[in-house]
């Protein structure tokens, strides 16, 4: 098995870290605006998770030549690397929603297999939820009202009435059921519970998640993800740099990335999401299928987001999902470990969190999970991982192969 990309040169992930996470208002940051409680900043959780992640992979930053950040400045990532004290040669923004950083992380494995950069550095931090519980921000009902999305924004279509759309169509075509799509939820808090990073470990049963109060028909508050703050950082090298890192390789195999649409009438099937294209290409790319996967990390604003990527990524046939995850597959120790660290759902979701998928799919492949650490036949430790991220309303997607060898 071997990395399918265009270059001569290998890529792994070297280091890995997240941020202070969770409630980071009540966090004590003597640093910050020079107040022994003044709370984290996202420059500040930038920073941290970038340095933690520097340090799991045993190097030193002047090795960084390249940096991806998204989310945060006027000019990102300038202002990111410039706080960083960061000066990259190579340098990417590209910003599509939750899928984000698996596309970046794509873009960055390429360049470096290109010889274009050597050790490129992705970053991400959000003070969202102190953001709103401090009046610095609101929420807001539509990401803008101007190009395409004038026609539908009169309308009053929130981001989540549209994933309440999509999941109400399943239901429709495939006869998926509101037990079944409460079962991801269900599963996420039981891996989350193992997790101590994670903000909501407190079990809840099918029966909480029906009779939570109604969001977007037919979602209920514990279909949708958390609003947390955090961060997140992972640090891609070329093979050459190995050599001096402090942890074994794991290797980016295979990525595939795909737009599908921003307005809803433009949108072809609401039961198949852009994870059907960029899964495709990458466990192709990686010289993989998904019957050979270990463990799935897959994004999860909404329950239905885990169920539909779950049968686009080919893990079960169309219209299937409602039964696939059932009966504790998606548990730690079920058939397809899936969001083992709790996912959005549960764990942590800052806002484009795209980046901690990887984050705990290299802490799996590695054996660095704890309690939480996924073990498959023989005891032997995960070998692949797969990481789909999803951005927009179904607008996006981005799907990253990692392994161990």
């Known amino acids: 098995m071997t990395a399918a990309l265009h270059g001569s040169r290998r890529v792994a992930i070297a280091g890995i870290a997240l941020s202070d996470c969770g409630r980071v208002d009540e966090a004590t940051h003597p640093q910050a605006l020079g107040s022994a409680r003044a709370g984290e900043t996202p420059f500040t959780l930038h920073a941290q998770a970038a340095r933690r992640a520097v340090a799991d992979a045993g190097l030193t930053p002047d090795v960084i030549d390249g940096f991806a950040s998204a989310g945060l400045g006027i000019l990102a990532p300038v202002e990111v690397a410039e706080y960083l004290g960061l000066k990259p040669r190579w340098v990417d923004s590209t910003s599509v929603g939750g899928s984000t950083w698996e596309v970046m992380a794509a873009h960055a494995a390429d360049s470096i297999a290109q010889g274009h950069a050597r050790a490129v550095l992705l970053v991400y931090g959000s003070t969202a939820r102190a953001d709103i519980k401090a009046g610095r921000r609101t929420s807001n009902l539509s990401f803008g009202a101007r190009g395409p999305l004038q026609f539908e924004v009169p309308y009053g279509h929130s981001l989540i009435a549209k994933y309440a759309m999509a999941a109400r169509r399943h239901m429709h075509e495939y006869g998926t059921t509101l037990e079944q799509l409460a079962e991801v939820a269900v599963q996420a808090r039981a891996n989350a519970a193992l997790n101590p990073e994670a903000m909501f470990r407190d079990p809840v049963t099918v029966d909480d998640v029906l009779d939570g109060p109604m969001i977007a028909d037919p979602f209920t508050k514990l279909h949708c993800c958390i609003r947390s703050d955090g961060g997140a950082a992972v640090l891609l090298v070329a093979e050459d740099l190995l050599p001096d890192c402090a942890k074994s390789p794991v290797w980016v195999l295979g990525s595939g990335e795909y737009v599908s649409h921003t307005t809803m009438s433009e949108w072809d099937d609401f039961t198949v999401s852009p994870a059907a294209v960029s899964g495709k290409l990458a466990f192709e790319r990686a010289g993989v299928t998904p019957d050979e996967i270990d463990l799935a990390e897959i994004y999860d604003a909404f329950t239905y987001m885990t169920l539909v990527t779950l049968e686009d990524l080919g893990f079960c046939a169309k219209g299937e999902g409602g039964p696939f995850v059932e009966k504790g597959r998606l548990l730690r120790d079920g058939g397809l470990p899936t969001n083992t660290d709790g996912g959005g759902l549960s764990a942590q979701h800052p806002g484009m969190r795209g980046l901690f998928l990887l984050v ?29 991220g999803t951005g927009g309303w179904f607008c996006s997607s981005g799907t990253v192969v990692l392994g161990t060898s």
């Open 360 to 388: 705990e799919a290299v802490r799996q492949l590695r054996g660095e999970a704890g309690e939480r650490q996924v073990r498959r036949a023989g005891d032997r430790l995960p070998r692949l991982a797969v990481a789909s």
